[in-house]
């Protein structure tokens, strides 16, 4: 009966011993010492997310937007770096979601089509209803502040709600629309959009 417990007992201590020195652990330490990896991002031109799994799963890769019929890509324009889509851990397969498209490249800083084009279009949409060009071109200069923070963002923030303001029911809820689509998060709270 003692040889047996004591058997029994030191089947137990190996265990315990082999699960906290064992590979379960190192690889676990290991892993978290590696740089993060990114399945591929594929993106439409007008900034549509096709998938953040472009490089598992290419079958979900498309050439054209199936909401826009813009072409797609999956690098960025100005330096080639690959979109960033959902985060890979190597041993869990797949740990995150994935990213909405990011608004400038992570790379070289160039503001992506999509960024350019929504704000070309708020901008557009702005001179409807802000017809002094001085006024015009002060909000022009601080759009880009509205998509990252940056030391100018409360100005632009005071800039735009004034034009919101200004636009009234016509025009005021499409420009809000584009700001949404172009602000951060943050910033749209302190827009008042969120
Ligand atoms: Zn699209
Ligand atoms: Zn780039």
Redo the contacts with the bound molecule.
């Keep these: 009966m003692d040889n047996r417990r004591r058997a029994l007992e030191d089947r137990v201590a190996q265990s315990i011993h082999g699960l906290y020195s064992g590979n379960m652990f190192r690889d676990f330490y290991e892993q978290q010492r590696q740089p993060r990896r990114y399945d591929g991002q594929q993106v439409c031109l007008n900034g549509h997310l096709v998938t953040n799994y472009a490089n598992t799963n290419p079958e979900d890769r498309k050439k054209f937007c199936p909401d826009c019929g813009q072409p797609t890509i999956m690098a ?1 324009e ?2 080639n ?1 690959p979109l960033q889509g959902a985060e890979i851990d190597p041993a869990v397969v797949v740990i995150g979601f994935g990213f909405s498209p990011p608004a400038f ?1 992570h ?2 800083g ?1 503001s992506h089509t999509w960024t350019r084009r929504k704000i070309d279009t708020a901008i557009e949409l702005a001179a409807e209803v802000e017809t002094d060009p001085r006024e015009l071109e002060k909000l022009r200069n601080s759009i880009g502040d509205l998509t990252t923070e940056t030391p100018r963002t409360p100005l632009a923030v005071a800039r735009f709600k004034k034009l919101v303001v200004k636009a009234g029911n016509t025009m005021g809820p499409a420009i809000s629309k584009l700001l949404t689509d172009i602000a951060s998060e943050a910033i749209q709270k302190q827009l008042g959009l969120k």
Excluded: F, I, Q, T
Aim: charged share 10%; aromatic share 0%.
């Design positions: 960025c100005s330096c770096a490249c790379e070289c160039v």
